[in-house]
Structures are given as structure tokens and as C-alpha cells.
């Protein structure tokens, strides 16, 4: 027998109507690439998604299409969320601060058919642009006014497709479990991976960032997205906010202490979320001049372990509650949230802050659990640790095309579990705290960094005869590169030299910050480099201008 329930699909359409019909005045304030403050209300940006819903159609995009964007956070980047997923097309966020490399691969692996671009990113775009071949058109994300003049492409206006069509559309009603959006991981060796989300998972992501026990979102509030809506679509907040009818504040690519800070104030905002890195800054401008925050309340802090310290200044000097979180691009992105159970108001304040210097527990619609390198699970004791495994609603199942076959593990009861490639502890009250990563990538200022290409560009010196990149301590970016290198026999190899040799080959920030020659480097009994004794004998590393 089944319930007698409507059965509506769910559909990302729907939260831009949801805004409009009962949120339609509430403002969307951003500040622009080409200069000044934009603002307007979702009952504007629900009309121009509907124009640019139609100014697709009539470029010949149909379901399910994919459609890239290199942008910022931003009204335009809003409206291209809902335009493409609404219409049955796909929105690719592409990161616009990987190696240009890297974005030829991930734009022709989508096989984008438009990509839609700041003006920050016009040398990118001009540069790149030959090798994708399956791109038909580039938009520049601008008005008539502040098209680029010279350009050695045709580029589309954006604002010019939006005013050439009617706000006339009726969204689709979609499969829910069709696709919606796209995003590419590089937390992986070799190439990225993408990530295809549905609209059925999105849905419910967002629902479950709003709760009470996740980002806490509602219609007083006010936010300021500060992760790049081409992180993990910004961890739901584009759609979490419109659920909710909050105002939200887009930064654009002003994303220093002094900027944020202005936001903050100008536009009331109360909540916000992003990396440490981001957060250090801000800090940094507030101390420095002595200033206040008058609106700000709470912050979520993820892409990368929150320093204890951060989170003792936020809350002791300012009153601003962390919520520390941890995920995935993987996971849409969301997996924990740290907030208190009831038992925990009557700890002292220490031992507060060693429950808010872990990633937290599970939002309701994650599973996980913790296993041996045999598959058993671990006891939730806070001192076992091992393989972190995660299930649920909003979990990818395999990648694009299903690069590097099924991630999968299978356990006994025949339950399909995510491993997160992250070693981990629970406590007993269900908190998880990470402990260590069982791939050797490195995390900078919440994005990754491949050690195996880093070794793979300093073993090409033809005086390099063995090299190891590992991540060491860094009191902005929280890890940084370090490269540990064996010369040929008879090489005199300089630090400058070899870092003069990743010039051009990698991206300026996947830069090793720091080079040491050793006569020798560690091994495993089957000849792989012991990277665990060298995180050991480097932990206490410290690198130049640290």
C-alpha cells in the first residue's frame, strides 16, 4: 500500500519561486568585478533567471547540458544557478584557481557547451579557450558597457541575453533524481573528478544545512557566502538561503580582511561561512585597528581544521559562535557539524573547546562509521581510529563517466559506504574528529594540492634522483608543500634552481614553499616512500616567513 501524498518531484526551481513568492522583496546585495554594489530582490533575480532560462533555449542549449562558469560570488553567478539547473541543463562550477591545464581538462571532460565567466578571468578564457572544443560560446559576465574591446574572441554579453528575452518561461517539471550540477574534485591523484549532483540531492542538502543543528539559517538573517560558489556550491548556501527568503551579501573577489570586514557592517550581516584562511584575514584587520562586529553572530568554518586558536578569539573577544564542519565536494559538501548536545552546557569552557575543535557529528542524512584496514568497524570510543566511511541521500555513488570505476565499499550487511580517504576518531556522543589523511594530498587554504604531481614535476629535473612532497604546519593556509629531495650523484642542485624549474609547470600556489636536499629518503618493505615518517620527523618544520 502507498501513502495517499502528492507526488511532486523535487526540483531546485522550485526554491527560486519559494523566494520570490514569499521572500520577493528581500535583497540580494553584491559587489561587483567592475566596481560599485548591485543590489535587487529574488522577486528580480527569479525574472532574469527566467530570461536567461530562455536566452539558453534559444542558444540551443536542451537537457541535460552542461554549462560552465568561472565567476565570483556574485548576482549573475546566482542567477546562472538556477537558470541552467531549472531549464534541465547542468551548472559546471568550474575553479578558476586551478592550473589552466587542469581547466581545459575538466571544461572538455563535461564537454561544456557555453561557459559563462567574471572579467577577472578574460586572459584565462583567451588563453584556454583553442583547446576546448566543444565550447560554442564564451559569455562575459558583464553589461554592454564593460564589454572587453580587443578581445581575440566573440564573446556574448550577458546582460545583452538577458535584456533580448522575455521573463515568459514555465520551469519544467523534472525527473528529481535528474541531474542538476557539477563540480570537479581535485582531492584525488592523477586528474579531477567530477561530481554530478541531482536535484533530489541538492534538495535535501539544503534542507538539512538549514537545520537547527547545521547552519542555523532563517528568514532574519543575514548572509554573506565568503566560500566561492565554485567550491561545493558554496556549500548549499545558494540554495539554503533561497529556502529559508534570507538577504544575502556576494562578496565578488574582494575577499580581504579590510573588504569582508566593510560588508559585514555596511549590510548587517549576521552569519557567514568559509575557509580559515579567509577568516585569519579577517582578524588580522580587526585586531590591527581595533574595530567590533555589531550584526555578525556566527560563522561556519570548514574546507580545513579550525584552529583552536581562531576559535577561542572568534568567541572570546567577540562573542561570534564557530561552528566547525567538515565534508566533501563528494558529499555536496556537508557530513558534520559541531554543535553541543544538551550534557555538554555544563562542561567548563576548556572542555567545550575541545569538543569545538572536532568536525563534529552527522547532520541528520549522513551515515559513518570508522574501519580497520580489514573493513572492521572501529568502536565509537574517541581514541580508535581508521578509514573514514560516510552513506547517505547526498553522497556521490561513482564520478562522471565513472572515472576510476566504483568508490564504493561494500560492507557485510551488503550496505554501499563513500571511504573519504580521511582517518578519523568518534566519540561517544557521535563526534568526529580527523586525525590524519590515507592519501598524501595536501590541503592549503582549503583546497587541494596533489604531492604525486608536485614529485612527478621535481623527479623531471634531470639532477633530481628521488623526491617527496609533504604537507607541513602553516599558520595561514594550514598546510603547505614541502619538498624533500635526493640529488643525482655528483649534482649541486640549489633550492632556487629547482623551484625555478616548477615555474610554468604548476600553479603559483601549488608552489613548494620550501626544498631539502637528503642523502636518503625512507621506505616502505615494498618500496614505496614512507611518507608517515616523514610527516614525523618534519611535524616541528618551519617554513620561510613562518
Known amino acids: 500500500m502507498h501513502g ?36 535587487y530582490t ?24 552542461r554549462i560552465g562558469t568561472l565567476a565570483w560570488n556574485g548576482f549573475r553567478h546566482f542567477e546562472i544557478y538556477y537558470a541552467t539547473s531549472g531549464s534541465g541543463a547542468v551548472c559546471h562550477t568550474v575553479n578558476p584557481r586551478l592550473f589552466p591545464e587542469q581547466i581545459v581538462y575538466i571544461i572538455n571532460h563535461a564537454q561544456d557547451r557555453y561557459v559563462f565567466f567574471d572579467l577577472t578571468f578574460l586572459k584565462l578564457i583567451e588563453a584556454i579557450a583553442p583547446q576546448c572544443k566543444a565550447v560554442r560560446g564564451w559569455v562575459a559576465m558583464t553589461d ?37 550540477s557539477l563540480c570537479y574534485t581535485s582531492g584525488t591523484t592523477g586528474n579531477p573528478k567530477g561530481v554530478l549532483y541531482s536535484h533530489r540531492s541538492t534538495i535535501l542538502h539544503a534542507y538539512a544545512a538549514c537545520m537547527p543543528d547545521a547552519m542555523q539559517l532563517s ?11 565554485f567550491h561545493a ?30 560588508l559585514f557592517e555596511t549590510e548587517k550581516v549576521t552569519m557567514s561561512a568559509g575557509v580559515p584562511t579567509v577568516w585569519l584575514g579577517l582578524l588580522q584587520h580587526t585586531q590591527q585597528n581595533k574595530l567590533g562586529f555589531s550584526t555578525f553572530r556566527r560563522t561556519v568554518i570548514g574546507g580545513s581544521a579550525c584552529p583552536p586558536a581562531m576559535i577561542r578569539t572568534f568567541n572570546e573577544v567577540y562573542g561570534i559562535e564557530v561552528l566547525h564542519a567538515w565534508g566533501m565536494t563528494e558529499m555536496s559538501p556537508l557530513g558534520t557539524m559541531c554543535t553541543f548536545k544538551t550534557r555538554h552546557l555544563n562542561l567548563s569552557q576548556e572542555e567545550k573547546y575541545a569538543v569545538m575543535a572536532k568536525q563534529g557529528r552527522p547532520i541528520y542524512g549522513v551515515d559513518m562509521k570508522i574501519v580497520d584496514d ?3 568497524e572501529l568502536p565509537w570510543d574517541g581514541k580508535a581510529f ?35 580517504g580521511d582517518v578519523a576518531t568518534i566519540d561517544a556522543d ?5 586525525t590524519d589523511r590515507s592519501k598524501d594530498v595536501i590541503k592549503s587554504g582549503g583546497e587541494w594540492i596533489s604531492s604525486i604531481d608536485l614529485e612527478n614535476t621535481a623527479v623531471a629535473h634531470p639532477e633530481v634522483k628521488e623526491a617527496a612532497v609533504i604537507g607541513v604546519s602553516h599558520p595561514k593556509w594550514d598546510e603547505r608543500p614541502l619538498l624533500i629531495v635526493v640529488r643525482k650523484p655528483g649534482a649541486a642542485l640549489t633550492r632556487e634552481q629547482l623551484l625555478e624549474f616548477f615555474q610554468g609547470k604548476v600553479a603559483k600556489w601549488w608552489m613548494p614553499d620550501d626544498v631539502v636536499f637528503v642523502d636518503e629518503l625512507p621506505h616502505t618493505a615494498t618500496g614505496k616512500i614512507l611518507k608517515t615518517r616523514l610527516r614525523e620527523d618534519y611535524k616541528g618544520y618551519r617554513l620561510p616567513g613562518t
Request: proline share 6%.
Open 4 to 39: 495517499l501524498m502528492m507526488n511532486m518531484p523535487l526540483s531546485i526551481s522550485a526554491l527560486i519561486r519559494h523566494a520570490d513568492r514569499y521572500h520577493g522583496d528581500t535583497e540580494i546585495v553584491s559587489r561587483l568585478v567592475e566596481g560599485g554594489i548591485h543590489r
Open 42 to 65: 529574488y522577486h528580480d533575480a527569479h525574472r532574469r533567471a527566467r530570461q536567461l532560462a530562455n536566452a539558453l533555449a534559444s542558444l540551443g542549449v536542451e537537457a541535460p547540458d
Open 144 to 180: 554592454r558597457a564593460h564589454m572587453p574591446q580587443g578581445s581575440t574572441l566573440d564573446l556574448l554579453c550577458y546582460e545583452d541575453l538577458i535584456n533580448s528575452h522575455s521573463d515568459d518561461y514555465v520551469w519544467p517539471e523534472l525527473d528529481e533524481n535528474a541531474a542538476s
Open 219 to 229: 528568514a532574519r538573517d543575514v548572509v554573506m557566502p565568503v566560500v566561492p560558489m
Open 233 to 262: 556550491n558554496a556549500w548549499s548556501l545558494p540554495y539554503a538561503c533561497a529556502m529559508v527568503g534570507c538577504k544575502v551579501v556576494f562578496p565578488g573577489a574582494a575577499l580581504d580582511g579590510a573588504s569582508v570586514y566593510e
Open 374 to 376: 580489514a573493513g572492521r
Open 386 to 420: 581508521g578509514d573514514l566511511l560516510v552513506r547517505g541521500p547526498w553522497i556521490t555513488a561513482e564520478y562522471l563517466r565513472g572515472e576510476g570505476g566504483s568508490p564504493l565499499r561494500e560492507d557485510e550487511h551488503g550496505l554501499k559506504w563513500f571511504p573519504t
Open 430 to 434: 557521535g563526534f568526529m574528529q580527523i
